[in-house]
């Protein structure tokens, strides 16, 4: 049994019943030969990895009354059938119908009885490819973590040996409500922070009911920890910097619903590279200078374009690869105005340049790995509280935070990878959605391109599939403000079914028979 950690934890108390706190990836393969059966091949892939990986044969165990940070236990009752599930799409099998159950499979909470991950076999796409969706929820793993997790499931040939049936593991009981308030209430003694959170006699209470003595005198072992916190924001301690004003709102900068949009685009990354080289910036800055001018001609296009520039928050990870456990979460975060209040795209880049300094300057001036650490010293039940509080009285609507977006950009592998001999063509991340924070884009590095993955709340942007555009469309212009040489032609959109036009539909529906709205039972 392990106890998570308050930066893990803080995943789950995000969660509302429209916020989901679980990250997502959906990997497209080539079918290796037209026999190929994909569902087979992942289900002994992961059966073979179960014993082998924590995280796939952990579930949780939440503590009474929301007093600590719950527990991972290996589950008594593990059900791989429940874990890896197949859907066939309907003909023809597009791109855009491959989003629609994406947003539906991550419009979905996850079962917290159950280890917290799912896979899904999608087959059916038209170019005869198959995808694989992952769903790990965030207390699982980060996005570096997420990343290691690819490698292990993946090979590194296509001719790699099947699959065995993996190191042997044993399961653990579920510990009891008594056994949980027990250990509950020795941390709140070693924890000043948490037991000033909860009344003292119900403390007391709770520790005769559980037979614990003596519960106050442990409170001085946290004296080290007071002394940290206490120092945060003194001007002889760590100094944090973080925006003392709102963001300019934007359309998606609303409470959010359950339901989700999704789209992808791709480019070569070598094409990125030439503009890199032109403009004098970083990857990282063309990038952001490509999600810049994306999002400025979104809102233009809305009517919509504030005059002071958008920001951004950037996760930023701390880990320096010394971790005695890489499953759970080491990431910080910095925030970078987009200069989406500029007309020039090669502007963009250098302003995008120096707010990504800017940034980084401010990210080193805060103790981020120390500041992870502190979040040992929330309380849960006031965090999951304090959440659904907002969520209920729609804070969103009426404040709007520091920042417009969430912009990640994630170093992937750089040789090919494969699922039992399928080789693996895309990576397109599907990130998560706030309260507030309706858009989320996130870039992942695969061999020679970029793929973008957009994920919006289905109210707020209900176009994504045009965001997604305008991002590619802005490297065209990037490449003729610059005149940098193309090296390799632009990257064609994935072919999709487009709007469904209503004229179309009424005259397919009159071509065949008559509408309930000519019948006389329609009339009044």
Request: hydrophobic residues 40%; charged residues 20%; aromatic residues 6%.
């Amino acid at each position: 049994m392990k106890q998570l950690t308050g930066l893990d934890a803080a995943f789950l108390y995000m969660e509302t019943p429209t916020t989901f706190g679980h990250v997502n990836g959906l990997m497209i393969f080539e079918r290796p030969t037209p026999d190929y059966n994909p569902y087979a091949a992942v289900y002994a892939k992961y059966a073979s990895l179960v014993g082998e990986l924590e995280p796939l044969r952990r579930r949780l165990v939440e503590v009474p009354f929301g007093l600590d940070h719950p527990y991972w236990v290996a589950d008594p009752n593990f059900d791989l059938d429940f874990h890896i599930r197949e859907i066939h799409l309907a003909r023809p099998g597009l791109v855009d119908q491959l989003a629609e159950q994406v947003c539906r499979i991550v419009g979905r909470p996850m079962d917290r009885t159950r280890p917290l991950w799912e896979v899904y076999v999608i087959d059916g796409l038209a170019d005869g490819r198959w995808a694989l969706l992952t769903k790990y929820h965030h207390a699982t793993i980060d996005g570096a973590s997420g990343q290691l997790m690819l490698q292990i499931v993946t090979d590194t040939t296509p001719d790699a040996p099947e699959p065995g049936t993996g190191p042997s593991w044993e399961p653990e009981p579920i510990p009891t409500d008594t056994e949980l308030l027990r250990l509950a209430l020795i941390h709140l003694a070693a924890n000043p922070f948490k037991a000033l959170r909860v009344q003292a006699r119900i403390v007391r209470q709770l520790a005769d009911a559980a037979g614990i003595h003596g519960v106050s005198g442990a409170a001085g072992v946290a004296g080290t920890a007071v002394k940290r916190v206490a120092q945060l924001g003194r001007a002889d301690g760590p100094k944090i910097s973080l925006p003392r004003t709102a963001a300019p709102p934007t359309p998606w900068n609303k409470k959010i619903t359950g339901h989700r949009r999704f789209a992808m685009r791709t480019s070569s990354l070598e094409n990125i590279k030439r503009l890199k080289a032109a403009t004098g910036g970083t990857v990282n800055d063309v990038v952001m200078a490509i999600c810049a001018g994306g999002l400025r001609e979104y809102l233009l296009a809305h009517d919509a374009l504030p005059d002071r520039p958008l920001r951004a928050m950037v996760p930023v990870s701390i880990r320096t690869g010394d971790e005695a456990d890489p499953w759970t979460n080491r990431v910080s975060a910095t925030i970078a105005e987009l200069p989406t209040d500029c007309a020039d795209p090669v502007e963009r880049v250098a302003r995008c340049h120096e707010a990504m300094q800017r940034a980084k300057r401010a990210h080193e001036l805060v103790p981020a790995a120390e500041l992870v650490d502190l979040t040992q010293y929330s309380a849960p039940v006031l965090a999951t509280a304090a959440v659904r509080l907002a969520s209920r009285l729609r804070l969103a609507d009426r404040v709007t935070l520091p920042f417009n977006v969430v912009i990640s950009n994630v170093p992937g592998p750089r040789q090919p990878l494969y699922f039992a001999g399928a080789k693996l063509c895309h990576q397109f991340p599907v990130s998560i959605v706030t309260d507030g924070q309706g858009l989320n884009i996130t870039v992942v590095s695969y061999l020679d391109r970029l793929d973008f993955g957009f994920i919006a709340d289905r109210d707020l942007i209900p176009d994504v599939w045009d965001l997604a555009d305008m991002h590619i469309a802005e490297i065209g212009r990037l490449m003729d403000a610059t005149g940098a040489q193309w090296a390799q032609p632009p990257q064609p959109a994935f072919p999709r079914r487009g709007p469904v036009k209503l004229a179309q539909t009424v005259t397919k529906l009159r071509a065949g028979k008559k509408t309930p709205s000519t019948t006389g039972a329609g009339r009044r």
